[in-house]
């Protein structure tokens, strides 16, 4: 049973920047696609950014959102994935969750809560 465990939530001021973590557990496996979602207050989980499998050239997929502030990132060595969140607004704030492809299963993380204030 593979399962994600994410750390590097936490409260920041509005300005800053957070890095996120997810990594995978056990070995052996093929990760195909990672990425990350969140779930603010009161709404519906969205998509905010994915990678792509390594062997297939590891490219990358952002919303709009999030263009040009937050950048992710795997290291297939260590089967985590990043999302380092730069110029953080107070929209930005909500739980997040990792997402892998795992030998062709899904998986989610529990979530990490992140809180930007103004």
């Known amino acids: 049973q593979v399962q994600l465990v994410e750390s590097g939530g936490g409260l920041m001021q509005a300005g800053g920047s957070l890095r996120l973590s997810c990594a995978a557990s056990?070995?052996?496996?093929?990760?195909?696609?990672m990425g990350w979602y969140r779930q603010a207050p009161g709404k519906q989980r969205e998509f905010i950014a994915l990678v792509a499998s390594t062997t297939t050239g590891g490219s990358t997929n952002y919303a709009d959102s999030v263009k040009g502030r937050f950048t992710i990132s795997r290291d297939d060595a260590k089967n985590t994935v990043y999302l380092q969140m730069n110029s953080l607004k107070p929209e930005d704030t909500g739980v997040y969750f990792c997402?892998?492809?795992?030998?062709?299963?899904?998986?989610w993380g529990q979530g990490t809560q992140v809180t930007v204030s103004s």
């Open positions: 056990g070995s052996g496996f093929n990760i195909r696609a």
């Open positions: 997402y892998m492809i795992v030998n062709f299963q899904h998986y």
